[in-house]
């Protein structure tokens, strides 16, 4: 079941930086199919710490073709989790982790000739990793330049992998290292990735290019640069993909939060073929809130609207949801919601996880 947690074993433990670390899963056959993921998704973990139940979402750095699980883990400052991991987690070790997931992929398209731009800074590498490495495998016409942004040498995530891609793929992967804190000698290569660097990459590296596609991971700033950056360029877009960890406007409110009407909700809540009744009121404040006081196990992670663990199909009724940077327009005309952000604008609704 794809909304349920599995128990699994680290298969290896990689130190990359004195910070971060490469975790390697042993995912047994028996669920294999469940974990089949594209480039670019996440995986949601589960663990209980002092009486509390932690859940942190983190990307693949594997490629799909490699047929491992491999996630990389920075440690953050107070991070629970993060700490947890890198101080804790050892070979044979248990862990609960929830299928892949998430809409920031890549899917390959052998008989394409594409030339895609990658953007990363620090850990946003890993899914963007995965990414680089599933176009030059899987598309042998298509070219990749990737832009990563860290303090200095001594905090890049996978040097020795992308090193090794770029002699692997020498006339179709280009590398460009950005320092904020060290210098390479090269100028417009010293700084943060924001809206002054990209004008000088992109005319040093970039200005005879054809773009395809862009892809970017990292903090919101650098995102939002990026994102307008390339629509300002003339690039459509739904051919502009970032993937937001998290957002300090997360926990925003709009009028649908402040000048809600409908008291009471009645809702129905499917999943795993099951069906759960309860009523919403104005003491939840969300789906799913509401779905837990209930009793329902309920698939989320980050709770902020950043991430699409917790999507589900409204089939009845309707909801706002306060945030989303996870769901494509596309999605959200469709009915789907992020349930973590959701609240409803009648008096029920009907809402699946297994759409």
């Known amino acids: 079941m794809r909304n349920k947690f599995h128990t699994v074993q680290i298969s290896s433990v990689r130190s990359l930086t004195d910070d971060s670390a490469e975790i390697s899963l042993q995912i047994p056959s028996e669920i294999s199919a469940l974990f089949k ?3 670019g998704q996440y995986l949601t ?3 209980h710490l002092n009486g509390e139940e932690i859940r942190r979402s983190y990307s693949l750095c594997s490629a799909p073709f490699e047929g491992a699980y491999r996630v990389g883990i920075k440690r953050v400052d107070q991070g629970v989790f993060s700490n947890f991991a890198l101080d804790q987690l050892k070979v044979g070790v248990p862990i609960e982790v929830m299928p892949p997931t998430g809409n920031f992929k890549y899917q390959p398209n052998p008989e394409v000739k594409k030339n895609v731009v990658l953007f990363a800074a620090g850990s946003g590498i890993t899914p963007i990793l995965s990414i680089a ?3 030059l495998h899987d598309e042998p016409n298509s070219s990749v330049t990737l832009f990563f942004g860290n303090k200095g040498f001594s905090k890049v995530m996978f040097a020795e992998e992308l090193e090794q891609l770029k002699n692997n793929y020498l006339t179709r992967f ?4 950005v320092f904020s804190q060290e210098s390479q000698g090269i100028p417009i290569q010293k700084g943060r990735i924001n809206q002054e660097r990209l004008i000088a990459l992109y ?5 005879h290019e054809t773009i395809d596609d862009v892809y970017v991971c990292g903090p919101e700033e650098m995102i939002y640069s990026v994102k307008s950056f390339f629509e300002e360029k003339g690039l459509p877009s739904n051919q502009i993909h970032f993937e937001l960890f998290h957002s300090g406007n997360s926990t925003k409110t709009n009028a649908s939060e402040e000048k809600r009407k409908i008291s009471t909700c009645d809702v129905e809540l499917i999943i795993d073929d099951d069906l759960i ?6 003491s939840d404040k969300n789906l799913i809130v509401a ?3 209930a009793g329902a196990d309920v698939p989320f992670a980050c709770k902020g609207g950043v991430c699409c663990t917790c999507k589900a199909k409204i089939l009845e009724g309707e909801a706002e949801m306060l945030v989303n940077y996870a769901l494509e327009p596309e999605e959200v005309e469709m009915g789907y919601v992020l349930t973590c952000q959701a609240i409803p604008t009648s008096n ?3 809402i699946s996880f297994d759409e």
Request: a positive charge; glycine letters at 0%.
């Open 174 to 177: 280009r590398l460009y290292h």
């Open 277 to 282: 009744s309860f009523q919403m009121d104005e």
């Open 348 to 350: 029920r609704i009907i």
């Open 37 to 39: 993921f594209y480039a």
């Open 45 to 47: 973990f589960r663990v």
């Open 203 to 207: 005319q040093a590296f970039l200005t």
């Open 133 to 135: 490495k599933t176009i």
């Open 291 to 293: 779905a837990q006081r």
